[in-house]
């Protein structure tokens, strides 16, 4: 599955991966980020108005089977997290 709209405090694979986000819905095998510009990767960023201004991330992640990738999708798709909105 393909999500962008990521903030950049959530586009870190442990991040993705946990029971918090994802990893709730299965096994995922792979994860692939990409950042837009914005705060450098690793960079702290802020909430609010300043927020709204940094980069966003998109990421691939691959579930252990289509049931778990449609139930994360499903689940998550229009969540709106930090301020942005994931799709």
Do not use: W
């Not at 299965?26 to 927020?51: E, N, W, Y």
């Not at 940094?54 to 930090?82: K, P, T, W």
């Amino acid at each position: 599955m393909y999500v962008i709209g990521l903030p950049l405090v959530a586009a870190r694979e442990a991040v993705l991966r946990s029971k918090h986000l994802f990893g709730r819905y299965g096994r995922i095998q792979k994860v692939s980020l990409s950042h837009s510009s914005g705060a450098p990767r690793g960079r702290s960023v802020t909430t609010g108005a300043a927020h709204s201004q940094q980069g966003c991330a998109s990421a691939y992640l691959q579930f252990a089977s289509d049931d778990e990738a449609r139930a994360a999708i499903h689940g998550l798709n229009n969540m709106v997290l930090e301020g942005r909105m994931l799709k």
